[in-house]
Nanobody, 124 residues
Framework: QVQLVESGGGLVQAGGSLRLSCAAS????????MAWFRQAPGKEREFVAA????????DYADSVKGRFTMSRDMAKNTVYLQMNSLKPEDTALYYC?????????????????WGQGTQVTVSP
């Protein structure tokens, strides 16, 4: 089992920045890809960003590319999501996710472990 705990959400004005953190514990050696997903009220959960746990290669949804940066610190078993130039449409509950299989990291159905979520609210 892998446990994921997010932090760093909050309320920010449009154009502002936030940094989310996700600390992993447990069988972290099984992690292949770490990702962030988000879910806005009334919408489906969607992929935001991912990072290869050993490769550090990153992938981003088109909607956040150029504004969000995902990184990882293997020594701390922690991943980060730096969010800049935030927009009201970025408002959502953000979930950290862990994949043990390095295939299909954009798919909600392929996630093995979820965090509890952290709320990000961007005001106009």
């Amino acid at each position: 089992q892998v446990q994921l705990v997010e932090s760093g959400g909050g309320l920010v004005q449009a154009g502002g920045s936030l940094r989310l953190s996700c600390a992993a514990s447990g069988r972290t050696f099984t992690m292949a890809v770490m990702a962030w997903f988000r879910q806005a009220p009334g919408k489906e959960r969607e992929f935001v960003a991912a990072v290869g746990w050993t490769s550090a290669n990153t992938d981003y949804a088109d909607s956040v590319k150029g504004r969000f940066t995902m990184s990882r610190d293997m020594a701390k078993n922690t991943v980060y999501l730096q969010m800049n130039s935030l927009k009201p449409e970025d408002t959502a509950l953000y979930y950290c996710a862990a994949h043990t299989d390095p295939i299909g990291w954009r798919l909600v159905t392929r996630v093995d472990y979820w965090g509890q979520g952290t709320q990000v609210t961007v005001s106009p």
